[in-house]
Structures are given as C-alpha cells and as structure tokens.
C-alpha cells in the first residue's frame, strides 16, 4: 500500500512541474506498480526546464524501449520507458522528459513521462531509493518526418539537464 501512495506522490509531483512549462503535457497513472507498460496518456510537447547546461550522462539512466536501431511506424504511437536516476546521489527527480530528436537535430519534440515503480533496478543496484525510478509514455510521433532519430532521457537535477542517449538511433518510416 505505501508503493501506491509513493507512485500516486510521484505522479502527481510530475503534474505539478509541468504546470509552469508553456505547454502542458497530461501524464496519467496507469495504476500498475511496475513499468514496462507505458503511460495511455496522449502527450503533447513541452519544454523541458531551463538549466545552465546539459551534461551526457549515459550511465544514469537505461531506455528499454523502444528497441535501439529498430525501424517504426510513424502513425502508430511510440512506447518509450526504461528508469533514470542521479548516480551521484542515488536520488530518483521527479520529473523526466523523454526527447525524440532527427540525427541533426532539425526535427524534434520533448514530452513529460510518467514515474513508475520499478523494483528490479532497485534489487539489482541494491538501492532501495531507486524503486520508484522506473518512466513511461506512449509518444504521437506523427508529426516527425520519415528518418533516423535519437530517442533522449532528460533529467533536471540541480541546475543542469543531465542527457541519457539511446545507444542507436531508430528510423520512422
């Protein structure tokens, strides 16, 4: 009962910093206590908070899906979900926007992802801290021209948006 409470707490933490972005994404709770399903929630953009600066940080976070150098359809929605954390402090933020960019950055979009519990990285990095560093969202990619893009997971922790790349780019055709 207190991982719901924990999840609920989260989820609606996530709302909440959305609400000063100048667009508003609607995350929902699916009410599952453990992610690979993402999110049912229709995102639309929203910028992600201003930092100071952007930092890779590619050992903070995992994308699980989608599948890295896979080919997608662009007129069906995109699962995006996988966990992110701040290594330095074992913290899970409570917010993390997932960004979806063409290999030249000319084509973009960046939508708010839903929190959710993810009890294997927590048992497998052995930090309690992190059980509830699980995200998710189904992505309208649409919009996005045919191509090749680097899906991102973006984190806003003190001051600096630190950045989890994909390991390959996926393709929409």
């Not at 229709?42 to 989608?66: F, G, K, L, R, W």
């Not at 290594?87 to 708010?112: F, G, Q």
């Not at 048992?123 to 801290?129: L, M, N, T, V, Y």
Request: with cysteine; hydrophobic share 45%.
């Amino acid at each position: 009962m207190r991982y719901m409470y924990t999840f609920l707490f989260m989820v609606a933490a996530s709302v909440l910093l959305a609400c000063n972005k100048a667009e508003q994404a609607t995350p929902s709770p699916s009410g599952q206590t453990t992610l690979p399903a993402a999110s049912k929630s229709v995102p639309q953009p929203v910028a992600v908070a201003p930092a100071t600066s952007e930092v890779i940080a590619n050992d903070n976070c995992d994308i699980n899906a989608p599948k890295p150098g896979g080919t997608f359809d662009r007129t069906e929605k995109l699962a995006v979900w996988g966990y992110a954390f701040d290594k330095s402090t074992w913290a899970v933020p409570p917010a993390v926007s997932i960004r979806i960019a063409s290999l030249h950055a000319d084509d973009k979009l960046t939508v708010l992802a839903t929190r959710g519990a993810r009890r294997d990285v927590a048992e497998a990095f052995k930090r309690r801290e992190l059980e509830n560093s699980g995200f998710g969202i189904e992505v309208d990619v649409a919009a996005l021209a045919p191509g090749s893009y680097l899906v991102s997971v973006l984190q806003e922790i003190g001051g600096k948006v630190y950045v989890c790349n994909s390991p390959l780019p996926i393709a929409f055709k």
